[in-house]
């Protein structure tokens, strides 16, 4: 009998490597099986948000999820906080969420037709827009014609309750039209040029402003400044340039502060915590004591207790505020949050697209939203001065609400005509089913056609 024994159904090889390690083969230890642990399950967490990020269709669903929140949202805080002002106007307490309503209903019909249009018909409007908005703008300085509210003679009355206000539709004019310049301009390689930069756009730009200084409606004005500096800047303006009519503009807007009463007394409100003489800061301050006594979750639904006369435009400029105290500060994070989202999507469009008139019209949509966002919030919070410019998709007001809504179809559109995007949303079409011919496929099996010996 040999000294070893061979095992059966061994090689002898593999007899003697028992035992031994090979070499550059590392022994795997009994322990924890891979891929498993806290922080393996973070990594995954993370890199399915990230994949999920980077989809052709983030921007699409952001765009269309966060302001359609912000909208309903806004009408249930408008029927809310408008209420009690409703009932003391001897109007059904329903009354201004009725019109809010309405203003939705029709301003979604605006943003589906809009997200539906080409780019071609979006720039086709731009011209017409412009035209309209302006001869609005004429008629509501002309005596008879022009209604003034507040002090601002900025309105056109429709009948009954109905008003119009055009300078709003003068941020869509001219973002749609200004992109339409500024596109062409590019394509054609002067925008290098400062006198084809500038002109005719700055000076189409000062006469929306003019007229709606006319009215006396500075918080607009600043709005549709931000807008034509948003435009400025994708265009790509030397910074000496970009200072140069920002300084001009600042210097305009300190004179028209410094030579206002009523707008050195909203300036001087900054901050303050007590009302002050005669009162003129009470807006501004009963707007801080809504926010805080919201606490974390707030008040509850319909509990505010400031919209009871104490605050005024509880329902319009300072609804964020009735929203931080009915909601607490999960509410305000809330929408702060929807309107990140909408901003960053807005961005995100406008930096990914090769068209250079959707890169001039998503930047200038979102420079209006953020910017107007920003001013509402900051004047609720006391860090800037009321300008009297609603939130948007949020605050009560037809006029505000129906360009913004198309605005919006506006990014859903440029939104869906990315190449990926585009390319995604095909993908989605069912393969079987209805055909675009109307003929309906019984079966899974590709139709063949017979050949005449009847064989397949």
């Known amino acids: 009998m040999p000294a070893k024994q061979m095992l059966p159904g061994r090689r002898p090889s593999a007899v003697k490597a028992q035992g031994r390690k090979r070499p550059g083969v590392s022994v795997k230890r009994p322990g924890r099986p891979p891929g498993r642990g806290p922080l393996a399950g973070l990594r995954r967490t993370q890199q399915q948000l990230r994949r999920a990020w980077d989809r052709p269709l983030t921007a699409y669903y952001l765009i269309f999820g966060s302001s359609l929140l912000i909208t309903v949202l806004g009408l249930v805080m408008v029927y809310s906080a408008s209420m009690i002002k409703a009932l003391q106007l001897g109007l059904g307490d329903a009354y201004f969420f009725k019109k809010q309503f309405l203003a939705a209903l029709i301003g979604t019909v605006l943003l589906l037709a809009a997200s539906r249009m080409p780019v071609k018909l979006h720039r086709a409007l731009s011209y017409p827009?412009?035209?309209?908005?302006?001869?609005?703008?004429?008629?509501?300085?002309?005596?008879?014609?022009?209604v003034s509210i507040n002090?601002?003679?900025?309105?056109?009355?429709?009948?009954?309750?109905?008003?119009?206000?055009?300078?709003?539709?003068?941020?869509?004019?001219?973002?749609?039209w200004g992109a339409d310049l500024l596109a062409r301009k590019g394509d054609k390689g002067l925008l290098s040029q400062w006198k084809h930069l500038l002109v005719p756009?700055?000076?189409?730009?000062?006469?929306?402003?003019?007229?709606?200084?006319?009215?006396?409606?500075?918080?607009?004005?600043?709005?549709l400044g931000a807008i034509l500096f948003g435009l400025l800047w994708l265009a790509g303006a030397p910074t000496r340039m970009f200072v140069g009519v920002l300084a001009?503009?600042?210097?305009?807007?300190?004179?028209l502060i410094k030579t206002s009463p009523h707008r050195m007394d909203r300036l001087e409100c900054i901050g303050a915590t007590e009302p002050g003489k005669n009162d003129l800061c009470w807006q501004a301050v009963h707007g801080i004591y809504?926010?805080?006594?919201?606490?974390?979750?707030?008040?509850?639904?319909?509990?505010?207790?400031e919209k009871w006369g104490q605050l005024p435009e509880a329902h319009t400029d300072f609804i964020f505020a009735i929203t931080g105290e009915e909601l607490g500060l999960a509410g305000t994070l809330s929408v702060l949050a929807l309107f990140a989202a909408l901003g960053y999507a807005g961005i995100r469009v406008a930096g990914r697209t090769e068209d250079s008139f959707v890169r001039f019209a998503a930047g200038g949509v979102t420079t209006w939203i953020t910017a107007q966002a920003v001013i509402n919030i900051g004047?609720?919070?006391?860090?800037?001065?009321i300008a009297g410019v609603p939130l948007p998709l949020f605050s009560y007001g037809g006029s505000a609400l129906l360009p913004t809504m198309f605005a919006v179809g506006l990014l859903i559109a440029f939104a869906r005509e990315e190449p990926a995007a585009r390319a995604a949303l095909a993908m989605r079409q069912p393969k079987t089913g209805w055909r675009r011919t109307g003929v309906r496929w019984k079966s899974m099996r590709r139709r063949v056609k017979k050949?005449?010996?009847?064989?397949r």
């Not at 756009?201 to 709005?223: C, E, H, Q, R, S």
């Open 129 to 146: 827009v412009l035209a309209g908005t302006l001869f609005l703008m004429v008629l509501v300085q002309v005596p008879g014609i022009g």
């Open 151 to 176: 002090g601002n003679q900025n309105w056109i009355s429709l009948g009954g309750p109905f008003m119009l206000q055009p300078s709003e539709f003068g941020k869509l004019a001219l973002i749609l």
């Open 201 to 223: 756009l700055v000076p189409v730009a000062f006469l929306l402003l003019g007229l709606i200084m006319l009215g006396g409606d500075m918080g607009t004005a600043m709005i």
């Open 248 to 255: 001009f503009a600042g210097a305009i807007v300190a004179l």
């Open 290 to 305: 809504a926010l805080a006594s919201g606490g974390w979750f707030g008040s509850g639904l319909g509990a505010s207790v």
């Open 379 to 385: 004047a609720v919070l006391g860090l800037l001065p």
């Open 451 to 455: 050949r005449p010996s009847g064989e």
